[in-house]
């Protein structure tokens, strides 16, 4: 994600939102900041967009290391550490997004 990206700004706000309802019962969210020019203040901007999740900054090693450098990209990982979905979508409140933290918690 990159604070700069139109469609990541659409998605943090929801995805945010989806974090604050379920954290309760352990989902997290880290997100992954690409590509800021050196002008920007990505922390500003997260703040004003209301997003409450861990987001690195300035993480254009980790996004390589995890080869997701294209647009936003998004990984749900159960609780073994296991990769049980990625989608680029940005409609965080998508029945499917719930659906998938809802088995990642064990909550179904």
């Given at each position: ?54 987001t690195?900054v ?11 450098q ?21 409609n965080?409140?998508?029945?499917e997004?719930?659906a998938?933290?809802r ?6």
């Amino acid at each position: 994600m990159g604070t700069w990206c139109s469609y990541c700004q659409l998605l943090q706000p929801d995805l945010d939102a989806l974090y604050r309802k379920y954290q309760g019962s352990g989902f997290a969210v880290l997100g992954i900041s690409i590509r800021e020019s050196l002008d920007a203040d990505p922390e500003k901007t997260l703040k004003a967009l209301g997003v409450s999740f861990k987001t690195a900054v300035n993480g254009d090693n980790i996004a390589k290391n995890l080869m997701c450098q294209a647009r936003q990209l998004l990984l749900f990982i159960d609780r073994k550490g296991e990769l049980i979905w990625k989608t680029h979508s940005t409609n965080a409140l998508s029945a499917e997004f719930e659906a998938y933290i809802r088995l990642i918690l064990y909550l179904d």
